[in-house]
């Protein structure tokens, strides 16, 4: 089943503890980012990744960081984490952007306290 | 850049009761346009979309037609159902300098009561 797998769905952590969210697609798909989405504010893209080794920035990437080692893994890092990242986080992959679907995982809730 | 304009509700509609969404776009050239559906709890997933002018996308009893010349992608449903209660979004492709994402529009939460 093709699928895009996050972890975890729910976290609560303090403020400075380091935490990584973890994503990985199985449809060999080259194009992956990563999106919050807030109330009022929709969906905002943190980072993206055109293939391995191959990463960029989006409109909300303070903050965060990101990796792509493999094709299928795309880890969101959260070196320090503050309370204005408490959001819903979602991974998505595509294979041709811009004209094929977008994957999403079932999205990570997060809470910085 | 490319921008999404939704109506963003929330709706709220009795069950086989007829659904427009309303969604217009400002895009160079001819995107790819779409329209996505999360339902609770769940993550987003692809409903319809369409690739270039005049084509319609219909998934789920769900339609839209890419209207170049009112530059609209409208959805709509002949006869909703309880469990069409979602949250729907509009998208479309942006890609410039440096930058490849899908731009969304803020969302509408669609409630269907029996």
């Known amino acids: 089943e093709a699928q895009v797998t996050q972890n975890p769905r729910y976290l609560i952590t303090v403020t400075g503890k380091k935490l990584t969210v973890t994503c990985s697609q199985n449809m060999n798909h080259e194009y992956m980012s990563w999106y919050r989405q807030d109330p009022g504010l929709g969906l905002r893209q943190i980072y993206y990744s055109m293939n391995v080794e191959v990463t960029d920035k989006g409109d909300v990437p303070e903050g965060y960081k990101v990796s792509r080692k493999e094709k299928r893994n795309f880890p969101l890092i959260l070196e320090s984490p503050s309370p204005n990242q408490t959001s819903l986080y979602f991974c998505a992959s595509t294979r041709e952007f811009g004209h094929t679907e977008a994957f999403f995982g079932q999205g990570t809730r997060l809470t910085v306290v | 850049g490319n921008s999404v304009t939704q109506m963003e509700g929330p709706v709220t509609l009795s069950e086989e009761a007829f659904l427009t969404i309303n969604c217009t776009y400002t895009?160079?050239?001819?995107?790819?346009l779409f329209w996505y559906v999360q339902y609770p709890g769940e993550g987003l997933q692809l409903l319809l979309k369409a690739t270039k002018a005049d084509d319609k996308g219909s998934n789920k009893g769900f339609e839209a037609t890419y209207r170049k010349e009112t530059t609209s992608f409208h959805l709509e449903k002949g006869s909703v159902q309880v469990s069409d209660s979602a949250v729907y979004f509009c998208?479309?492709?942006?890609?410039?300098?440096?930058?490849?994402?899908?731009?969304f529009g803020k969302g509408t939460l669609l409630t269907v009561n029996p």
């Open positions: 998208a479309l492709p942006h890609s410039g300098g440096s930058n490849y994402k899908l731009t």
């Open positions: 895009a160079t050239g001819y995107p790819s």
